[in-house]
């Protein structure tokens, strides 16, 4: 399996805005990878690292420590070049939480053709791809509408179709869903598991609702800087106490669930469907009985 | 004592425009005081105008807003001291810290109402003790507080106004669960020593859940369904009607009935539905 | 529903106006101006103003509209129109009182100022921004100054400038009503005590307003990053702008009234005016 996100040791820190002060470490030996076609999710608390880790996949930061392979390229190498940096921001696209800050056009196609202009392609091709990102992303019916009257989630969909419409491999979510009311976080992760079960981009989803995380092949959990846990949902969320610890949450199926086991009953922790929870007590109740 | 009684309110947008739309539609209903009331429902179903109602940023229609039995536009000239006796904590309000420090920033709305100056100090560091903002934060520039901190700063600023009626729109939107649940704690404590009415606008049926006393449920304009967590919860079919969710809890609690458990349908958060299974105390 | 501010004002349509080439509308635009500055007489207002009301009708906008255009105008028209009336010497004295006098060709000359003004502001809004996105306009305007940007002016980075302002208007306004909102809740008084107390009441909006916009300002900027963008270099755009047979009609057309103009300065009589 091709790996396009590979980290080792990355280290970061924020400049110290006074004298005298210390710098601010945002990251500290923060290793993994993540192949191309996953859809991962990252967790952490605001200033757990999980943004500025974004940053340096972005190539917005440089890290100060460890390396950073960008489909396969180092970009930590000394002598990486511009064109390498662009040729690797091609690959990696980033969706921002505030959607109002990213829309750079008053009109949404145009909007969406802005990347693939930036990368010099012919007219006609431009307008092939906008129309089929738009169509993916379920807003071809806007197309001509002004970004700014959209709502929350027709935004980010329009950041989203922006990306598909440079042919990115990966697209990392930074809180897209944040400033979000539940109909808009429901229309972005719709989209974003269409993109990764259809079309096959790699999806890095940074968040701080535990249901969208659930969704996920992988969950990674960031606290202070370093990578807490890393596995699948299952795995993540059978360990709520670790996670309340690092001021995060757990389904509110996985804690009922965790409450009966603290009561004796043998219950699995992660069901994450209010369907399959009930018939996972109902069976826990049951053998109790016998 | 505040109890706000809202009766028979209409609100239009843009009139004589082509964008013109009905956000408020004949509305009525009481605001009780000396206890948390959430207002839920989706966006664009009137309840953020409704909010703005309430203190008198927007002026209605037609209808008629009581603050203790006083219509507040009966004198349109005094329109900002209702503003001070009902508190407004806007979506996202640390946009709108301005001042150099936090001490100044919170004293901004009582150094508005005329309070003296030790008094001012007083209700600043009132305040800022329900929004439990440590002393030394206060000489600091709210620039360089952190998201959460910065969201509490701005709610000290209101709640130094000592306002009667204390409204807040998503007052945890954008924060991670911990902060979530600091603030809508601190909120909640705020309440219960104070015994003041808090109104919480919120689209998080499980936050609502957890920390209001009585849940009114507005759509097309129009509040469709009021009562307490329980009953409200337990109407889902009619919150799913309206384009809104239950607690995922309460879907468990649903779903448990039809597999022969039944533990109620008024179930709305996970300590209350743990407490109904046999043998799983609270903890 | 809360941008009740109309800005740029666009009103969808596909007539004739609509259709033109933004780039040939600009041309346009500068021709009526000049056109208008160079009418002397009687005739060749009417002649411009027959344009104007031609214009209207290919565009297939309510006249009402336009009418609403001019009113913010209304003042400055009523000043000048006053200041002429008044302050004109001519050689037919209508009306005098002490040192007040009106004479026939202040008159005539303050309705020709006023129908000036009036059909300059109607056009360019019609043509302008009735008629045309404020996108395409900054998209006409970048590739009409293109060639100036082989003297190393900076052309795209002014058009991109323009893009990011149009689109971040309606935002910044949007978030003004928001922050004025938040300081009013907090007893902040905008709309009385005197000048010096209302500037001070600004404070609280201007400052979290600018702190906003910075942030966008760097948000977008690394979002643009993100998105490839280098620059206008080895930049190209989705939509190309085409002229058709409409935009050489019109042009040819408009040089025509243009010339017309200046033939009817020369030949036919009539008053002249003088600013």
Not at chain 2, 155 to 165: F, R, T
């Amino acid at each position: 399996m091709n790996k396009i996100i590979e980290a080792s040791h990355l280290s970061y820190a924020y400049p110290a805005d006074e004298e005298g002060m210390a710098p601010h470490v945002a990251l500290r030996d923060v290793s993994f990878s993540v192949n191309e076609g996953e859809f991962v999710a990252i967790l952490g608390h605001n200033g757990s690292g999980k943004s500025t880790l974004a940053k340096l996949l972005c190539l917005v930061l440089e890290p100060d420590g460890g390396q950073l392979y960008i489909g396969g390229k180092n970009m930590t190498d000394e002598n990486v070049s511009d064109e390498d940096v662009y040729a690797a921001r091609r690959q990696v696209g980033m969706v921002f939480q505030n959607p109002d800050n990213q829309l750079v056009a008053t009109i949404v196609e145009e909007d969406v053709a802005f990347g693939c202009e930036n990368l010099g392609l012919p007219s006609e091709k431009i307008r092939k791809r906008v129309d089929s990102a738009l169509a993916t992303v379920g807003m071809t019916k806007y197309a001509r509408h002004e970004a700014h009257r959209l709502s929350g989630g027709q935004k980010q969909r329009v950041a989203i179709a922006g990306a598909i419409a440079m042919r990115r491999k990966c697209i990392i979510f930074d809180e897209s869903t944040a400033m979000l009311d539940p109909a808009g976080r429901k229309e972005v992760m719709e989209t974003i598991t269409k993109l990764n079960r259809e079309e096959g981009v790699t999806v890095l989803h940074i968040t701080h609702y535990m249901n969208e995380a659930t969704m996920a092949d992988r969950v990674i959990v960031m606290s202070d800087g370093c990578i807490l846990m890393d596995g699948t949902p299952s795995e993540v969320f059978s360990r709520p106490e670790e996670l309340w610890k690092a001021n995060l949450d757990v389904p509110q199926t996985t804690e009922l669930l965790w409450r009966m086991k603290k009561a004796g009953y043998d219950v699995r922790l992660d069901i994450f469907d209010p369907r399959l929870c009930a018939e996972e007590i109902a069976r826990a109740l049951d053998e109790k009985k016998d | 004592m505040a109890e706000i009684v809202i009766k028979d309110l209409t609100y239009v947008y843009g009139k004589g425009t082509p964008y013109e739309m009905k956000a408020l539609d004949n509305v009525t209903v009481t605001f009780k005081d000396n206890m948390i009331t959430g207002l839920i429902g989706h966006t664009g179903s009137g309840k953020s105008t409704l909010v703005q109602m309430l203190n008198g940023l927007l002026r209605p229609d037609s209808g008629e807003v009581f603050l203790d039995g006083k219509n507040i536009w009966d004198e349109p000239k005094e329109i900002s001291k209702v503003r001070f006796k009902v508190g407004l904590v806007m979506q996202y309000p640390e946009y709108q810290l301005f001042d150099e420090t936090v001490r100044r920033d919170i004293a901004f709305g009582p150094g508005n109402m005329g309070m003296k100056p030790d008094e001012i100090e007083k209700a600043v560091e009132e305040a800022a003790r329900f929004a439990g903002l440590k002393p030394h934060l206060l000489e600091k520039s709210p620039f360089d507080l952190s998201g959460g901190q910065k969201r509490r700063a701005a709610l000290a600023g209101v709640i130094a106004m000592h306002p009667e009626v204390l409204v807040l729109d998503e007052p945890a939107a954008g924060l991670d669960p911990g902060a979530r649940r600091e603030i809508l704690q601190r909120i909640r404590d705020y309440q219960r020593e104070s015994g003041k009415s808090v109104i919480i606008v919120s689209h998080s049926m499980e936050d609502m859940a957890m920390y209001c006393d009585r849940v009114v449920v507005m759509a097309n304009g129009a509040p469709v369904i009021e009562g307490t967590p329980a009953e409200v919860f337990s109407r889902a079919e009619e919150l799913y009607s309206v384009g809104l969710d239950v607690p995922e809890v309460t879907k468990v609690a649903r779903a448990l009935r039809d597999c022969g458990v039944d533990i109620g349908l008024d179930i709305y958060t996970v300590k209350f539905a743990a407490s109904r299974l046999p043998g799983v105390i609270e903890q | 529903m809360k941008n009740s501010i109309a800005f740029g004002q666009y009103c969808e349509g596909s007539s004739f106006l609509h259709k033109l080439d933004p780039r040939w509308k600009l041309v346009l635009a500068v021709l009526y101006i000049v056109t208008i500055f160079l009418c002397k007489n009687v005739f060749s207002f009417v002649l411009v103003g027959v344009t104007a009301v031609g214009l209207v009708l290919l565009s297939e906008i309510k006249p009402v509209l336009i009418l609403r255009s001019l009113k913010p105008l209304i003042m400055i028209i009523c000043i000048t129109a006053v200041i002429n009336i008044f302050w004109l010497k001519g050689e037919t004295l209508l009306w005098q009182f002490g040192p007040v006098s009106i004479y026939l060709e202040g008159i005539f000359n303050a309705l020709l100022i006023v129908v000036r003004v009036v059909l300059l502001v109607a056009v360019t809004t019609l043509v302008l921004t009735y008629t045309t996105t404020p996108i395409a306009l900054t998209d006409g305007l970048e590739q009409l100054l293109a060639p100036l940007a082989r003297i190393k002016l900076p052309v795209h980075e002014f058009s991109m400038m323009m893009t990011i302002a149009l689109r971040f208007i309606p935002t910044l306004l949007e978030e003004t009503e928001k922050i004025m909102n938040a300081q009013r809740a907090r007893g902040a008084d905008f709309s009385t005590g005197s000048l010096a107390k209302r500037a001070k009441a600004l404070v609280p909006i201007l400052i979290p307003l600018f702190i906003s916009a910075f942030r966008r300002a760097e948000e977008l900027a690394i979002a643009m990053e993100c998105r490839c963008y280098t620059g206008g270099e080895g930049r190209t755009r989705m939509n190309v702008l085409h002229s058709s047979y409409r935009d050489v009609v019109a042009v040819l057309v408009m040089v025509a009234i243009l010339a017309g103009v200046l033939v009817i300065n020369r030949f036919a009589p009539g008053y002249s005016i003088s600013m």
